[in-house]
Antibody, heavy 121, light 108 residues
Framework: QITLKESGPTLVRPTETLTLTCTFSGFSLSGRGVAVGWIRQPPGKALEWLTHVYWDDDKRYNPSLKSRLTIIKDTSKNQVVLTMTDVDPVDTATYYC?????????????WGPGILVTVSS | DIQMTQSPSSLSASVGDRVTITCRAAQDIRTYLNWYQQKPGKAPKVLIYGASSLQSGVPSRFTGSGSGTDFTLTISSLQPEDFATYYCLQTSSAVGYTFGQGTKLEIK
């Protein structure tokens, strides 16, 4: 059974760096075709894809946020860490991590429950 | 990145109705298109992947079609639990993925 869960601060000050951790079970991030990604959703708005890291450490970033994002995997701990620098109130959102099935069609099939992060002074 | 245009942005329908939601890609994405259902306060749930493959456990009243730039999600006979927001997601681009803006399906 695949599960994922996001953890981290729920309140961050503007200009600070946000660090979120996705802890997962039921699969290994060393398995071919597997990736873990991050998606966010501002309150009342649409989903926005941020980034993901593949089993072979290949990484992809949303071009509009690339300069601020870093994704790192720790296969031994079954964790993926997202950092976002220089946060702003517009970064207030629910952040989800998700398992990507990349063996053929590339789709997020398992999601964490999400964590609401508020950026405010 | 590849822009995805989803329509309509909202839709009112009744139980038993047939509804169609469309997604248009700004360039050819072959069949790398997924559909998600999201209910308030919950994570999205995948319904369709590869444009037309039904995810395990999803009712057969959900069907996806299309290729290239034009895609549709059809719900053949709306059930009360289908009222939610639906999103498409393109996973074709090596640069990155893009969601549509969503379609909120409401009870008429």
């Amino acid at each position: 059974q695949i599960t994922l869960k996001e953890s981290g601060p729920t309140l961050v000050r503007p200009t600070e760096t946000l660090t979120l951790t996705c802890t997962f079970s039921g699969f290994s991030l060393s398995g071919r075709g597997v990736a873990v990604g991050w998606i966010r959703q501002p309150p009342g708005k649409a989903l926005e894809w941020l980034t993901h890291v593949y089993w072979d450490d290949d990484k992809r970033y949303n071009p509009s946020l690339k300069s601020r994002l870093t994704i790192i995997k720790d296969t031994s701990k079954n964790q993926v860490v997202l950092t976002m620098t220089d946060v702003d109130p517009v970064d207030t959102a629910t952040y989800y991590c998700a398992h990507l099935d990349g063996t053929r069609w590339y789709y997020y099939d398992y999601w964490g429950p999400g964590i609401l992060v508020t950026v405010s002074s | 990145d590849i822009q995805m245009t989803q329509s309509p942005s909202s839709l009112s329908a009744s139980v038993g109705d047939r509804v169609t939601i469309t997604c248009r890609a700004a360039q050819d994405i072959r069949t790398y298109l997924n559909w998600y259902q999201q209910k308030p306060g919950k994570a999205p749930k995948v319904l369709i992947y590869g444009a037309s493959s039904l995810q395990s456990g999803v009712p057969s009243r959900f069907t996806g079609s299309g290729s290239g730039t034009d895609f549709t999600l059809t719900i053949s006979s709306l059930q009360p639990e289908d009222f939610a927001t639906y999103y498409c997601l393109q996973t074709s681009s090596a640069v990155g993925y893009t969601f549509g803006q969503g379609t909120k399906l409401e009870i008429k």
